[in-house]
């Protein structure tokens, strides 16, 4: 029996795929697998039972994944699989900012009771009057799965958007409207835009990414939105650009205490994929990858791991699996270990990304004790799966 275990709620209709081999396991040290979302992970130690981390959802900056790499533990997120609910929000986080519709809302709760509220409201509402999002520039940084949703939804609200994406991916590309133009540098998006929105992982090199300077090339007036992760924006910076009036607006998902009160600042707490479509979708997403995983061998969408897919394994054949470092002779010293012991191999892949490999060997002979324990003990090789 494979056990696994949650550490964040995981929608129910993803769980229910877990066959009748499947059980939970009560504490994270016994299971096969972990379901995560945005519970944090880089304190957690790993039992040698681990074998897979899903994170369903697309951020995994909450899981230490070299760490797991290291442990031969391979780590999965979700991609796409939120990214229309994580649109849609920044879409109402943008008419959010245009008007203010949060403070005409909080002017009818504290006037409700008052029975010529239809007649005051007349008189008050300028207050809160604001401007279209027709014909405004957008600058979207991030073209993956939510910026390109993003971008081209807003090009039917009329606006004009810009796209920033030095590492942009072929399939990303071809999503993209033809509408969008196309910013080479990031200071040009900056420079052009009334909006500008984020979204790209937290890395080491993508955090405080707007900070005082990249605030200081944008427009008077600007609004900037913030779904991806809290430090990607400088907090110190984006307070002193509200308090100053340089920027009229900050939308994020990421509430810190630093944006308490602050006018100007809209902050709503992580709820970009937190809807039921994205939370099934990213819950089915993610139990599939572990039963692919553990069942097959099969690694589709690691984060940490290159991909790597051998198909359904047949009945009668071994499925040898090995996570390894990326370095020479690996591949030579598996099968020359294989080729001592008058082993067949009859289909093989290896993939590597970085300083990781994985290789798949299906074999219809066999796989002794001793031969496994020679694969774990090269040098090199950080697990040994038999899938028998
Ligand atoms: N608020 C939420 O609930 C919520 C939900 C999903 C994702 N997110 C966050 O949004 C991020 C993006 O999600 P996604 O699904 O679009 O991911 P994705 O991997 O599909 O897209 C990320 C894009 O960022 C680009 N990128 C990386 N570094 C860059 C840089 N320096 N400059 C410009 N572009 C760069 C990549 O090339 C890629 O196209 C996630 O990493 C996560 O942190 C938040
Ligand atoms: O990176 C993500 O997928 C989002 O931030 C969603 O996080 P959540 O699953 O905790 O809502």
Redesign the pocket.
Known sequence: MLKYHCLNPIAEVGLERFTENYTTAENEADADAILVRSAGMHEMEFSSQLKAIARA???V?NIPLDKCAEQGIVVFNT??A??NG?KELVIAGMLLAARDIVGGIHWVEENEEDGDIAKKAEKQKKQFAGTELDGKKLGV???????VRVANVATHLGMDVYG??????VD?AWKLSRNIHHAKT?DELYKECDYITI?????E??KN?IDKDALSLMKENVVVLN???DVLVNSEAIVDALVAGKIRGYVT?FPIPELAGVKGAIVIP????STEESEDNCAKMAVDEVMDFLENGNIQHSVNYPDCNMGVKSKGCSRITILHRNQPKMLGQFTGLLAEQDINIDIMSNKSRNEYAYTMIDTEAEVSDDLYQKLCGIDGVLRVRVIA
């Open positions: 959802g697309a951020g900056n991609p796409g939120n990214a994580v940084i991030g073209l993956g799965a939510i910026g920033y994406d030095p590492y942009v991916s990303a990031v979204h790209v992982p937290a890395m090199s993508t990414m779904f991806s992760r998902d992580h709820l970009g994929a």
